[in-house]
């Protein structure tokens, strides 16, 4: 069964580490912003029921209770399977946990990055590990038990100490998911543009380099293996059983459809991706682009520590990289099935790149 993404760019403060087309807009804009989201949703030609819904963003959380519900009652299928709305911890109130419960929302992300103060404000967050207790708390009361934990391994001023007391709370918070992303540097954020000019701010200077952050990485693969929360994507862990039905229709290339800016969709066959700004998007003037997903099979399925089951025919196309990180120790088979080995994760992009241009 196909899902449903909604795109929600706004945020209250810009992260110094975020990358995503998200940002800090006037309330007015956000307005006109919400409804065109509800104009393209009402004029979309549902041909299923969705089974799962995911709110991202920026921020969906920060929207009110009375635009989401407004929202929602656009998509067919509710209760759906699963229903997730990304949050920033510090503005989760029992009025908002309650009123995402009754849209139909079972399931929330924070976006916590780290429990450790230093590193939190460095990001521009303003939340604490408390925080972020209390609101798992407040979120349980209303019902909404299966929350995930966003952490980033790489944050400026992180040592194996600090990123130990991180785990230390999620042992103590007992959530049913984890993810667990290494820091990305690129001109798409400020930090990133800091690290990458040779600059301070930020603590850009006490970011840890490639390495560290893989061995910080691989330090929580063992925690949370530990804690009986399994690996089963590359940046994602969760309970048995609570794995993201969402997010796995975009592994598996399931279809779903997305709406707002910057929104993809996969209808089984090809992508259709909207405006990427919110800018174009309210003013019509971006592309909508219809992108091809050859061999994408590769680069999606074998994110998922499960790996996937190539075609006779792929197996011949593919022959030479697969022998060559095999040999290398990158991927493994058996049975049939290909996948990436514990080394293979770490320099999993390098494997990507290779299927996609052979």
């Known amino acids: 069964m196909p899902g449903v993404y ?14 995503f087309a998200s940002g800090v807009y006037p ?14 949703i009402r004029a979309h030609q549902w041909e299923w029921t969705p089974e799962t819904l995911y709110l991202g963003g920026g921020t969906p959380s920060g929207m009110a209770p009375e635009d989401l519900h407004r929202l929602l009652e656009l998509i067919p299928g509710r209760p759906w399977g699963e229903a997730t709305i990304e949050a920033a911890p510090g503005a989760i109130t029992a009025e908002k946990a309650r009123a995402w419960a009754e849209c139909g929302i079972d399931r929330v992300s924070l ?4 429990f450790v103060e230093k590193e939190i404000r460095r990001t521009g ?34 040592t194996e100490a600090s990123w130990r007391e991180s785990f230390d709370w999620i042992e103590r918070l007992a959530p049913a998911h984890v993810s667990v992303y290494m820091l990305e540097v690129d001109e798409d954020s400020r930090l990133g543009k800091e690290i990458l000019r040779g600059g301070a701010r930020y603590g850009a200077g006490e970011t840890p380099g490639d ?46 459809a ?8 996969f209808d089984g066959r090809a992508r259709r991706q909207n405006a ?8 019509g003037t971006g592309q909508v682009l219809d992108l091809s997903h050859a061999d994408e099979r590769f680069f999606v399925g074998l994110r998922l520590m499960a790996g996937i089951r190539p075609a006779p025919e792929e197996w011949r196309r593919f022959e030479q990289p697969i022998r060559r990180f095999v040999d290398a120790g990158l991927l493994e088979t058996d049975g049939g099935v290909l996948r990436l080995t514990g080394r293979g994760v770490l320099l999993s992009n390098e494997v990507f790149q290779e299927f996609l241009t052979s």
């Open 111 to 114: 976006g916590v990055q780290s």
């Open 125 to 158: 967050r303003k939340h604490t590990a408390q925080t972020v207790a209390d609101e798992i708390g407040t979120l349980r009361d209303a019902g909404i038990c299966n929350v995930n934990i966003d952490l980033i391994a790489g944050l400026s001023g992180q």
């Open 6 to 19: 909604i795109a929600y760019p706004f945020c209250a403060q810009k992260c110094t580490y975020c990358n």
């Open 211 to 256: 390495d560290r952050t893989a061995a910080l990485y691989e330090r929580a693969v063992e925690r949370l293996a530990a804690l009986g929360i399994a690996r089963y994507e590359i940046s994602n862990f969760a309970r048995p059983g609570f794995e993201s039905r969402h997010n796995l229709k975009y592994w598996k290339l399931e279809p779903y």
């Open 258 to 265: 997305g709406f707002g800016a910057d929104a993809h969709s």
């Open 27 to 40: 309330r007015a804009v956000e307005a006109r912003y919400l409804d065109a989201l509800c104009a393209e």
């Open 276 to 283: 990427e700004s919110v800018e174009e998007y309210l003013n």
